[in-house]
């Protein structure tokens, strides 16, 4: 698709064309040359909107969270963009969750657009294509994006690393299912919502989750120095908001939550800290993909095939071939 | 580490001293360069072994049924190796696992070599560094390398990957617990065990497997065409082995399945052929390796500085940015 095609359904997705803005997203999920052209021809307009990742174990209701916060923040008139991504299984390359029914509630408003997002293969692309889509759906107009994964691996938390808020969706008794995570999603964790808080073990849970936030050195939230935790500027320490997503109850609280995290961010600076190391990771990832591509198109070269027949036939072993082949002109690939 | 203290600890661990080859693996495990230097130097001496990977959910008995696999194997006086692969939590960068305590009643054995691996950050280094441990260990006079890992995520599959014959461990009940890694599983198994085989659903588990096998086209094992289920050439359809690794029990069989697979891949030529396989895909793997060390070597210059604060700054889009960098040479970092 050539560049022309591409300004021409940019331009019809900022006037307001869903299937113009669904066409573009395509394009980014497929990465490779058109996806970093639609990331460019987004990247002026993008900036002014706020990016929610949820993320949590399969199971802990983050679909039923998603959508009720959904209906939340509609009651408040917000343009809203929900991106709903499956990493593929590593086996199969099929999604390994179909199952967005839930915001199916959702389907006739035009002002909710809901995407799946899913790897096309190669690993990494979600990492990259997350924040292209985020400046695609902010520079046509959506104010606030939230980004649900599917699970907590690591796709996961690279993907909520384009968020501004990050909310970790856990369940009573959750210790357990995420037991191998605990210190990833406290590091991550700009919120913490006990979903299914109905249940038995709300109250410990909440517990547990006090005390390791404790434990990492937590103090209260605050704007100056906190000496007595040794924090030196301001401090957000992670709210815990009980919901029950499927009645809905506690989504005010969750709202509520997420502008003071806002607000947090914008009064202290923090935001543009955070967006400005985001941009900087990203540069490295678009950097690491396009490598990638010249090692892909380098595979299609003679000189590759020769010795690579030279390595199977154990002539050659593969550390001296791969250092053969990079002397060779690392030739970038022709836009496709 | 220069080449000639590589050398030298080689030729100790060749002489069959085991600190030599303990601090020749940690090198490995380390990568970079020094690490490529330790592959070459075995290259020559390797491929007289024979590798087994074992793989299967957490909890399945995988580390019980290596140390019951490894009293069986003794038995026949074969001179053995054990490397135990823990992919570091993504958060932590620690081992999931440290719990090798049931492999010490082969700690006094000289003839049993054991070795826990783990990354050291860099996504992809234990599929790197496994094939190069492996040669190692070969070509210091290992006959049977067995390599055991923790799980059944894509880092696994990619390490048993460097097996020659690959053991799925399940429990009666399996279902759930691997649910959607069961293509995958197939794919990967030329031998099933289903551990805990006394426990309640063993059968089920077993025709549930079966079942699967007969699903994916698997005939019976045969040496020539089997017209009837399409297959051309030699065709190995997985055996399923029952065992109790805490007794033990089934372990006589499972060697036999072992042995009879191995002997299926030497007469049918198959094993050359994985093995071609797998040094073509670690070529490539290595390639990627370097490439990514020119990364982190352009990370280091100004002008990657210098346009990582314009990204920041967001007067230049991350795209252009890496566009601009790529057109710099990419110096090869200096061995380290």
Request: aromatic share 4%; charged share 25%; no cysteine.
């Amino acid at each position: 698709m050539d560049i022309e095609r591409l300004q021409g359904l940019f331009d019809a997705a900022r006037n307001g064309r869903r299937s113009g803005l669904a066409r573009l997203l395509s394009v980014i999920e497929r990465g490779g040359a058109p996806a970093r052209t639609v990331g460019q021809l987004a990247f002026p307009f993008a900036g002014n909107g706020y990016t929610v990742g949820i993320t949590g174990a399969p199971g802990a209701g983050k679909s039923t969270l998603t959508s009720a916060l959904v209906t939340q923040m509609r009651a408040d008139d917000l343009a809203l963009a929900v991106l709903a991504i499956d990493p593929s299984s590593p086996f199969t390359g099929g999604a390994i969750l179909g199952d967005r029914v839930r915001m199916q509630e959702h389907a006739l408003d035009e002002n909710v657009f809901i995407r799946s997002m899913a790897t096309r293969g190669h690993l990494g692309g979600l990492a990259l294509a997350t924040p292209a889509a985020v400046r695609l759906l902010e520079a046509t107009g959506r104010e606030w994006v939230l980004i649900e994964t599917v699970g907590v691996g690591q796709v996961e938390v690279d993907v909520v690393g384009a968020a501004d808020t990050t909310i970790v969706v856990v369940n009573p008794g959750w210790g357990d299912a995420v037991q191998a995570n605990k210190a990833g999603l406290m590091e991550i964790a700009d919120i913490f919502v006990i979903n299914k808080s109905d249940r038995a073990g709300a109250d410990d849970t909440r517990r547990d989750l006090e005390y390791m936030l404790d434990l990492s050195g937590n103090g209260e939230t605050r704007e100056d120095d906190d000496p007595i935790h040794g924090f030196v500027g301001p401090h957000w320490r992670p709210p815990i908001v009980s919901t029950v997503a499927s009645e809905p109850s506690g989504l005010d609280g969750l709202w509520a939550a997420i502008r003071e995290h806002r607000s947090f961010l914008d009064r202290t600076g923090g935001l543009e800290e955070r967006r400005a190391q985001r941009r900087e990771e990203e540069l490295e990832r678009i950097v690491r993909e396009r490598l990638d591509e010249r090692v892909r198109a380098l595979r299609a070269t003679d000189a590759f095939s020769s010795l690579r027949s030279d390595v199977v036939a154990r002539t050659v072993d593969p550390w001296d071939a791969a250092g053969r082949l990079l002397d060779e002109p690392l030739a970038e690939p022709g836009a496709s």
